[in-house]
């Protein structure tokens, strides 16, 4: 049991490229949400799934897409990289509207 | 809206010694469940705790142990003989429960434990 696993776990971009960062679970549980994490700073929310082919922002959503075709995976794209979006990326899953598990997470620069 | 409070940026010890973490939380909901997150050097995002706001009974596991007091709002967290191991930035989270159809959290800025022999 793996838990939540993210790919890549580093990656450098240069402005305007574009990428996805992998996200899966296999404890097939319904919920999935993608955080940021900026240096000294707590985690914001960029989207959030509540299940396969249902999406919703979170509090920082734009430069961001994302999509839920499966119940295992919830991939995160950014389009036009910019240096803003240099930070470290968590996708967490729940059960339901309850404890959130973390994956390892996918540090992000942005050149 | 919701709001989690870690004052403490960092807080070094040394080993043994006991430390205590503070978090404290605006919502004007009044049903919600708070949580507490250790993040060690490796990054990853480690699951302690949750507690829902109707049990304000204290919480020990091991080491830790948790204080919940809807009167102050705050629900810190204490590490008693502190090891190097406990070196890690801990997080305290507020989810209410009308957030909608999902959990969603509101984390505090963290506080960075620093343990030394």
């Known amino acids: 049991n793996a838990g939540v696993t993210q790919t890549p776990k580093f990656r450098i971009l240069k402005i305007g490229q574009s990428m996805t960062l992998q996200c899966t679970q296999d404890m097939n549980h319904n919920y999935m949400y993608w955080y940021r994490q900026d240096p000294g700073m707590g985690l914001k929310l960029i989207y959030y799934s509540v299940g396969a082919g249902i999406t919703d922002k979170g509090e920082v959503p734009n430069g961001y897409n994302v999509s839920r075709s499966t119940t295992e995976d919830f991939p995160l794209r950014l389009e036009l990289a910019a240096p803003s979006q240099t930070s470290v990326y968590f996708c967490?899953?729940?059960?339901?509207?309850?404890?959130?598990?973390f994956g390892p997470g996918t540090r992000l620069t942005v050149l | 809206a919701q709001k989690v409070t870690q004052a403490q940026t960092e807080i070094s010890v040394v080993e043994k010694e006991d430390v205590t973490l503070d978090c404290v939380y605006e919502t004007r909901d009044t049903t919600y469940y708070l949580f507490w997150y250790k993040q060690p050097p490796s990054g990853e995002l480690v699951f302690l705790i949750r507690r829902n706001s109707f049990d304000e009974q204290n919480e020990i596991s091991g080491r830790y142990s948790w204080n919940f007091q809807k009167s102050t709002s705050s629900f810190n967290f204490t590490i008693t003989a502190s090891q190097v191991v406990d070196s890690a930035v801990y997080f305290c989270?507020?989810?209410?429960?009308?957030?909608?159809?999902?959990?969603?959290?509101?984390f505090g800025t963290g506080t960075r434990l620093q343990v030394t022999l």
């Open positions: 989270a507020l989810r209410a429960s009308n957030t909608g159809t999902a959990s969603k959290l509101t």
């Open positions: 967490a899953s729940s059960k339901t509207a309850d404890t959130q598990y």
